[in-house]
């Protein structure tokens, strides 16, 4: 089976830290760049993080720049989201994506289930 699968969520206090992992099964990260996302409740999702296909390039979106690293190791086909001095903004789940080839391509191939993250004291 072709999946993405997310772990590493919990609960945590303001100013804690959390890795997030996204695995792949049944398929090589290797040509695929990956992007984190996140939607909480009531809002919209959004963009958080991208790693292109050699870890070579990344960005993040200005909420989390400083705070959150994006990380891969293709020989275990996992890329991580180390999160920093988390607030309890970013409380929300977070979603993995693969997209072949490039962080600017706007249609994913894979999709994972994703994962809660719970910033609260």
């Known amino acids: 089976q072709l999946q993405l699968v997310e772990s590493g969520g919990g609960l945590v206090q303001p100013g804690g830290s959390l890795r997030l992992s996204c695995a792949a099964s049944?398929?090589?990260?290797?040509?695929?760049?990956i992007g984190w996302f996140r939607q909480a409740p009531g809002k919209e999702r959004e963009g958080v993080s991208c790693?292109?296909?050699?870890?070579?390039?990344?960005n993040y979106a200005d909420f989390v720049k400083g705070r959150f690293t994006i990380s891969r190791d293709n020989a275990k086909n996992t890329v991580y989201l180390q999160m920093n001095s988390l607030k309890p903004e970013d409380t929300a789940v977070y979603y993995c994506?693969?997209?072949?080839?490039?962080?600017?391509?706007?249609?994913?191939?894979?999709w994972g289930q994703g994962t809660q993250v719970t910033v609260s004291s």
């Open positions: 790693i292109s296909t050699s870890g070579a390039r990344t």
């Open positions: 994506a693969a997209f072949y080839g490039s962080c600017t391509r706007t249609v994913y191939d894979y």
């Open positions: 049944g398929f090589t990260l290797d040509y695929y760049a």
